[in-house]
């Protein structure tokens, strides 16, 4: 079992930048992917690793966020450059035990397992 715990979340100006992290404790086999929900809707995947080490992004922030993780993958990273006053939400990563992966898709975010307790990004206009 492992938990999970976000940090990074800040408000920054329209056009900055922001690095979140999401730190691993615990042991297991997992894939790790970063999510985000807006108040009052359900939680959307922005991207995550695959069984295969690749990384498929949401349409609404490819080109814009990078998701990397460190070797021991206890570590996950989300850059987010030229951010947008649509993505003011309350960022999560989460584990998935079986690495399903599709992690943009409903199944994906349903197959996540453990979640963090999320952190907050507001975009400033």
């Known amino acids: 079992q492992v938990r999970l715990a976000e940090s990074g979340g800040d408000s920054v100006q329209a056009g900055g930048s922001l690095k979140l992290s999401c730190s691993v404790h615990g042991y297991g086999t997992y894939c790790l992917a970063w999510f985000r929900q807006y108040k009052g809707r359900d939680r959307e995947g922005l991207g995550g690793f695959e069984r295969d080490g690749s990384i498929n992004y949401a349409d609404s922030v490819k080109d814009r966020f990078t998701i990397t993780q460190n070797k021991d993958k206890n570590t996950l990273w989300l850059q987010m450059d030229n951010l947008k006053l649509e993505d003011s939400a309350t960022y999560y990563c989460?584990?998935?035990?079986?690495?399903?992966?599709?992690?943009?898709?409903?199944?994906?975010?349903?197959?996540?397992?453990?979640w963090g307790q999320g952190t907050l990004v507001t975009i400033l206009p």
């Open positions: 989460g584990a998935d035990y079986d690495c399903s992966g599709g992690y943009t898709t409903w199944f994906g975010v349903h197959a996540v397992d453990v």
